[in-house]
């Protein structure tokens, strides 16, 4: 099965600063990869996806990824960070081994982004 | 164009009762998926319905059961509540089934916060 690990349950940058949050999967066959962003009382808004076409990803926000198969990551940057980029952020791989599966999410425990000014 | 809505936003209820909370999908979107989110963790996998038909089912106890109706709205239900039920419960929906368009993106609505007393 696939699964994914957010290394640092909180980062926390200065406004301006580069934003790095950490994702690293496990899976068996090429992966399916998303970014998730959460802000306070509200529910997950897609930042990007990684569906092979690229490594490097491009999402809303000015947020960018890029695969590497090599390390088995999935880091999120943003070269300059604002303070409305505060939330917490989740990577997700979707389930896929062929046959019965069915393409649910698996969620990383999700890493909180501060900014402070 | 609105969005996932899910209603209600808030709901107390005390242990033993049962209770049952409501999705509309994105307009044209037939595939709907549950999950929970307890807090400080992810989001897990409870159910996915594609065109009324019960697609997946993650790792919950029979008290959880869910339906969706002809219109592709869904309804998720749960007995016998207990303190552990706690929790965001998130619907989100994709244009596609993601048991074969693995890279569709899944759309999540702001949750139904569910408290247990």
């Known amino acids: 099965a696939q699964s994914v690990t957010q290394l640092g349950s909180h980062v926390s940058v200065s406004e301006g600063a580069l934003v790095l949050l950490r994702c690293n999967y496990s899976s068996s066959v090429p992966p399916y990869l998303f970014w998730y962003v959460q802000y306070p009382n509200q529910g997950l808004q897609l930042l990007l996806k990684y569906t092979s076409a690229a490594t490097l990803v491009k999402g809303i926000n000015g947020f960018e990824a890029e695969f590497k198969k090599s390390e088995t990551s999935f880091h999120l940057t943003k070269p300059s960070a604002h303070m409305s980029d505060a939330a917490e952020y989740f990577c997700?791989?979707?389930?896929?081994?062929?046959?019965?599966?069915?393409?649910?999410?698996?969620f990383g425990q999700g890493t909180i982004l501060t900014v402070h000014p | 164009d609105a969005g996932v809505t899910q209603s209600p936003t808030h709901l107390i209820k005390t242990r033993g009762q049962h209770v049952t909370l409501r999705c509309s999908p994105i307009s044209g979107h037939k595939s709907v998926s549950w999950y929970q989110q307890v807090l400080g963790q992810g989001p897990q996998f409870i159910f996915q319905y594609y065109e009324k038909e019960e697609r997946g089912r993650g790792n919950f106890p029979d008290r959880f059961s869910a339906r969706q109706f002809p219109n592709y709205s869904s309804e998720l239900n749960v007995n016998a509540l207990l303190l552990g039920d706690s929790a965001l419960y998130l619907c989100?929906?994709?244009?596609?089934?993601?048991?074969?368009?693995?890279?569709?993106?899944?759309?999540f609505g702001d949750g139904t916060r569910l408290s247990i007393l």
């Open positions: 989100a929906s994709s244009s596609r089934w993601t048991g074969f368009h693995y890279n569709q993106p899944q759309h």
């Open positions: 997700a791989v979707s389930d896929y081994a062929g046959g019965t599966s069915y393409g649910k999410l698996t």
